[in-house]
């Protein structure tokens, strides 16, 4: 969990903790409310342990594998084995702090009444976070602060990710097994975003659009060090995406940063956008990737203002190029890798994901 979304998390289980208090106030007339927010909170650890992939995370994999039918009676009973597992935990606390007067037995058992309460509350704070992730973390507390309501100017750094060859895995397996291959790339996106400090603000077609406010993202070569981490967790996992897909997707990069408008938009529904000459001349550099027979560009003007490049990353320039909608040619560089860095990376993307059943492959990035 990364130190700017921290606070989120802290206030779930606060609020969990809460839960428990209200409980305690409402059920057991105000006896140990110590007790009832310790039940809470230990409840809530659980829970959301589990939903966040920290607590058998391959149990929480194999669920999501399955169909609609079986999934939700799955998910169910696991969120009941982890409030009754948080509960007992609670309890443990409760008995040996003298909260409660009940012997242990009593207070590490989970009542019918405790277990209703107990899934009304999770399944409400499961929603908040579903929430979260569905428009990205950094764009929900934005719409929850209202900070974007008015239009503001500032400088952002952006990674246009996209996926090569998708059209043709579509015209060769159908629109739903290539929106299943995009989904399961995007998905891929996340951890390493999330590890960075980035945020995933949008999908276009097969290109996902991550951000850095600038600061943030120059920060320890941030953008740079993300862009790779992607990387090496698909080659991590490409025994995996070659057995489930028949191939190992492939990406091409584009890296730039500038100042840019960010507004919300929208009135049925509602969108954090950018507008701006950032946001195209990013989009035109990663169309300038094929012509060049590159996967990765960054601009001179966002690699100049690096603090430095992540160990083992070097960069080629490619010179000056026109790109369509610009006057002034744009001076590009591709950002390399040796492979002995690529191989140790690749290592310590498997090790930073144990649940995977992908080993990584010989082949250097």
Request: proline share 4%; hydrophobic share 50%.
């Amino acid at each position: 969990m990364l130190p700017q979304h921290r606070w989120f998390w802290a206030l779930i289980l606060v609020a969990a903790g809460g839960a428990g208090l209200v409980y305690n106030v409402v059920f057991a007339q105000g006896a140990s409310p110590a007790a009832g927010f310790i039940y809470g909170f230990c409840i809530g650890t659980a829970a959301l342990g589990f939903d966040r992939g920290l607590i058998l995370a391959g149990l929480q994999s194999r669920i999501r594998r399955l169909p609609a039918s079986l999934y939700v009676p799955a998910a169910e009973l696991s969120y009941v084995l982890m409030i009754v597992a948080g509960n007992a935990l609670g309890g443990v606390f409760v008995w040996a702090f003298g909260l409660t007067g009940d012997p242990l037995g009593e207070a590490v058992r989970t009542t019918p009444r405790v277990l209703a309460y107990a899934l009304a509350v999770s399944a409400f704070l499961v929603f908040v976070i579903r929430m979260r992730d569905l428009i990205g973390g950094e764009v929900f507390v934005n719409f929850l602060i209202g900070r974007y309501h008015r239009p503001v100017e500032e400088e952002r750094i952006f990674l246009f990710l996209d996926v090569v060859g998708s059209t043709a895995f579509a015209e060769t397996h159908g629109d739903l097994r290539a929106q299943e291959y995009l989904s399961a790339v995007f998905a891929t996106l996340a951890e390493p975003v999330r590890r960075y400090q980035g945020s995933t603000d949008d999908y276009i077609g097969d290109m996902a659009m991550i951000t850095w406010p600038m600061e943030r993202g120059l920060k320890d070569a941030r953008c740079v060090s993300c862009l790779f981490a992607v990387r090496d967790r698909i080659e991590a996992e490409a025994d995996a995406w070659t057995a489930r897909f028949g191939t190992v997707p492939r990406l091409r990069a584009a890296l730039h940063g500038g100042s840019v408008v960010t507004a919300e938009v929208g009135v049925d529904r509602h969108k954090i956008a950018y507008f701006g000459d950032a946001v195209n001349v990013t989009a035109r550099i990663e169309a300038l990737c094929r012509p060049l027979g590159v996967d990765i560009l960054i601009s001179e003007d966002l690699l100049g203002r690096l603090p430095r490049l992540p160990d083992g990353v070097t960069t080629r320039a490619l010179g000056a190029h026109t790109l369509r909608g610009r006057d002034q040619p744009l001076e590009v560089a591709t950002l390399e890798r040796n492979s002995d860095t690529a191989a140790a990376m690749i290592e310590e993307a498997v090790a930073a994901d144990p649940t995977s059943a992908a080993r990584p492959r010989a082949a250097a990035l």
